[in-house]
């Protein structure tokens, strides 16, 4: 199966969502609560795909039946999904700069989307390919955090 819409674009997508939302019922977010988010973000994402290039596996989403290893170390002990992780804290570090109540739509949006379009699909080939490693795996780690 062939994935057609690549999580960054979905990622970008929310963010456009969340921004041109009404502004009603401002909320009001220091930086130095935005900042350290987006830096756990970045070193979420960063961990995640240092995990994949140390395997030699892809981190293309679009084509799941590339993977050519299961990659359980590193920060995916922890999550299942770390590079999906880091894009929702964006989104949530996003929401606090917005400073509205309406822009925290986008958040559970993306990860309604995301989950449908990308994880459950990527998941099904992950079994297919890995078996019951994966699905051992799947056990022991939850999707998100």
Known sequence: MKLTLPPPLLFLLSGAFMYF??????????????????ALAFI???????SFYQAKTTI?????????ALVTDGIYRFTRNPMYLSLALL?????????????????????CIINYLQIIPEEKVLEEKFGQNYLQYKKQVRRWI
Do not use: D, R
């Open 21 to 38: 939302l009404p502004q009603i019922y401002p909320l009001v977010f220091p930086f130095y609560l935005i900042l350290p988010l987006i």
């Open 44 to 50: 979420i994402g960063a961990m995640s795909l240092m």
């Open 60 to 68: 293309t989403p679009i084509n799941p039946h590339k993977t050519s």
């Open 91 to 111: 989104l949530c570090a996003w929401a606090m700069y917005l400073s509205h109540l309406l822009a925290w739509l986008g958040l559970p949006l993306f990860v």
